[in-house]
């Protein structure tokens, strides 16, 4: 999918117009409206403010990923002294095997709570 096609999608997952994206991005309902055609592209400041807009990184808009996630959501503290960031770091450093495990033990505490609430 291309960018054109992504600002589109997520344009209209939020149910507005190209009016309000462009009244958002200072530029005209014509210039989104190419964007989106694929026409023409946005420019680095304009990429930036399109991600910010849709909670979404750059890399999401410009199909380098497939995951998208507002960025702020690494800084977010996920318990006493620790980001998702640092989780992620840490899950990163682990083998296949201690990933498949510690997926596992989460889904058993995910369970426990929801018991736990019932």
């Known amino acids: 999918m291309d960018i054109g096609q992504t600002i589109t999608r997520l344009r209209i997952e939020r ?18 409206s190419n964007y989106e055609k694929g026409h023409h592209s946005p420019d680095l400041e304009t990429l930036c ?15 380098r990923t497939n995951y998208r996630y507002d960025p702020a959501a690494l800084n977010r ?12 770091n840490t899950f990163l450093e682990l083998t296949p095997s201690s990933a ?3 997926i596992d033990y989460a889904k058993l505490l995910i369970h426990a709570q929801t018991d736990q609430e019932q």
């Open 49 to 63: 403010r399109i991600a910010e807009f849709f909670g979404v990184t750059t890399d999401y808009l410009l199909g």
């Open 100 to 102: 498949s495990k510690a």
């Open 15 to 32: 149910n507005i117009y190209q009016k309000e994206l462009a009244a958002y991005l200072k530029v005209s309902i014509g210039t989104v």
């Open 77 to 88: 503290p996920v318990c006493m002294g620790y980001t998702m960031s640092d989780v992620v």
